[in-house]
């Protein structure tokens, strides 16, 4: 029988914490659980996740002390007798900072803790929360959690709720844990959820739901609204500059990397002021460089952002104001709901006229607001950047297109959302999900005039989850299948995973026997065999012999009792 003494394990850390991201992936609850993990200190020296660290193993396998918590990823699937709920699935767009520090313990040592925590909770009386044990996958099991939640029932038999997922891409791929997200080959990725309420491995012509996920990277230097953003960081390097002391009283302090000499700013002022400025509204085509008629606050903008230093936007400043009183134009001063913008003009025109020398350095810098207004400018930059993004890549119906941009209007400017700070986007730029729920005959119609390989997109899921769940009364246990070309868990956590060769089938069934379900993660590390299971993968992707993914496959089981 094995003791504490025989088990070691001095670096674990055991928290009370909301479920993490790879393990919502499978079970959706959102009870706070026990998460016990291997906790290091690492350090990224390059851009993805580092690799699973070498775990030692600790004791050997055949300790039958360490078997009160079952033998895990172990599901008799067959007929009735299912209590399997397996996957409501979804591969993880990237990962936590936290999670990734989420290294494994070795099986046998969690089998320990378990139990130990068991006995110790019904000693006391306690509720005892659901315990999850990260492992190394080193068993002949390749468990990479172990999990265990008590109750006051029996298992019992009863029927089996299917609920089956599909994820296409339409455009981009999944975004992983990259330290700088900018350098990615696409600035955002557009993918389609589907889901049905049947065992099924092509998607059924009415299935249960089907939505639009999208995410962004705000700031990408491939996005066509790349240029306003631009703009809006220059507009932070201002606040930065007024907001120090130092830097905002030293005339000589940079304020732009790309600067034109002075005698062509005042060739360009000359241009503005001597044009005929008041010019009647033009019905133009929409353009995003052109998105309404520029007037003089506009051009005065377009001049200003190239002065080298606060000396030369002093002077400049000083001549504008000085050209505009002696010059003969008809100049109209644009109206806005910033008042005090206008007034500060027609007031710098009025001392010019009076020949009254001024300051022109205001008296009191309201910075939290200027702060806001930028944030505010950057969840408008956010929403703006993803009604470009499917209106570049997918084909929406014009009244779909309406209600998707008033959804994304509403959901990233009108609602109080972060960021609260530019700097906050300028530092997280890949945003948080925005989900759309369409219609089966949005996503078919947009293919129907496409080019056959964006078709094929549609019918080649990057994901294949399915999600079985027996209930009775308050018992409920849910097994998790999972197909995926990416890995869901961290590398810290898992990392072995194979690359194999998919076999070309003919068949194409709607169903699926107990036989076809018979796959354990150790068989997909045992590859010197033909994978027979082939015959499933390929009813969920059309592939030729020569083509091979990474597939990863995961039967996980968690068990109330």
């Known amino acids: 029988m094995g003791t504490e003494n025989d088990i070691k394990c001095n670096n674990y850390k055991a928290e009370i914490t909301c479920p993490p991201t790879y393990i919502r992936e499978f079970f959706v609850d959102d009870e706070e659980i026990i998460l016990v993990y291997d906790k290091r200190d690492i350090s990224y020296n390059d851009d993805i996740s580092p690799q699973k660290a070498h775990i030692k193993k600790e004791i050997n396998d055949n300790s039958s002390a360490l078997d009160l918590t079952g033998t895990p990823l172990k599901v008799d699937l067959e007929g009735d007798e ?134 962004i990277i705000a700031g990408h230097n491939l996005s066509s609204v790349y240029f306003l953003w631009e703009e ?58 052109n998105i309404r008629q520029e007037h003089i606050l506009d051009n005065l903008w377009d ?3 190239c002065c080298e230093d606060l000396s030369v936007l002093r002077d400049t400043l000083h001549y504008f104001f000085e050209e505009l009183v002696e010059a003969d ?8 709901d910033n008042k005090f913008q206008n007034e500060e003009l027609t007031a710098q025109s009025g001392h010019r006229k009076t020949r009254i020398t001024v300051n022109l350095k205001s008296g009191v810098i309201d910075l939290c607001h200027n702060i806001s207004k930028l944030a505010y400018l950057g969840k408008l930059h956010v929403a703006t950047e993803l009604i470009f993004l499917i209106k570049g890549q997918a084909n929406l119906p014009e009244e779909t ?27 997280s730029p890949l945003c948080p999900t925005f989900q759309y729920s369409v219609s089966h005959n949005v996503i078919h119609d947009q293919y129907r005039e496409v080019e056959a390989g964006s078709y094929a997109r549609m019918e080649t899921p990057v ?20 197909l995926s070309e990416h890995p869901i868990f961290p590398t810290t956590v898992y990392d072995s995973y194979v690359v194999f060769e998919i076999l070309k089938m003919s068949s194409s069934s709607d169903g699926i026997s107990s036989e076809d379900m018979d796959v354990t993660p150790s068989d997909l590390n045992q590859r010197k065999r ?9 009813n969920i992707r059309k592939l030729s012999e020569e083509q091979i993914y990474e597939i990863i496959g995961y039967t996980i089981q968690k068990t109330t009792y």
């Open 82 to 215: 299912s209590f399997g709920s397996c996957g409501k699935c979804v591969r993880l767009n990237h990962w936590t900072v936290e999670e990734s520090t989420h290294f494994p313990l070795s099986i046998q040592w969690a089998r320990f803790y378990i139990n130990r925590q068991n006995r110790i909770k019904n000693s006391e009386g306690e509720k005892q929360n659901a315990i999850y044990v990260v492992c190394d996958g080193s068993d002949s099991l390749c468990a990479v959690l172990l999990g265990s939640q008590k109750c006051n029932s029996s298992i019992m038999t009863t029927l089996v709720d299917f609920l089956v997922k599909f994820k296409y891409y339409l455009y981009g791929t999944f975004l992983q844990n990259f330290r700088n997200v900018t350098h990615t080959e696409h600035h955002g990725s557009i993918s389609v959820e589907v889901t049905c309420n049947k065992c099924v491995f092509n998607v059924p012509q009415n299935p249960s739901s089907m939505k639009m996920v999208l995410k």
């Open 232 to 289: 809006l960081c220059l507009l932070q390097t201002y606040l930065d500059i007024l907001s120090d002391s130092d830097k905002c009283n030293d005339e000589l302090t940079i304020i732009s990397n790309a600067p034109i000499p002075e005698p062509d700013i005042y060739r360009n002022i000359n241009n503005i002021i001597g044009s005929h400025l008041l010019k009647r509204e033009a019905k133009m085509k929409f353009d995003l460089k």
């Open 303 to 305: 001049i200003l952002k």
């Open 329 to 336: 134009s008809n100049i109209k001063i644009p109206e806005s």
């Open 401 to 427: 297109f309406d209600y998707f941009c008033e959804r994304v209007y509403k959901n990233y400017v009108v609602k109080d959302t972060a960021p609260h700070d530019f700097t906050d986007l300028q530092r």
């Open 463 to 482: 994901i294949w989850a399915m999600q079985m769940t027996s209930t009775v009364r308050n018992l409920e246990i849910t097994t998790t299948y999972h």
């Open 530 to 538: 033909k994978f027979d299971e082939g015959e499933l993968l390929t």
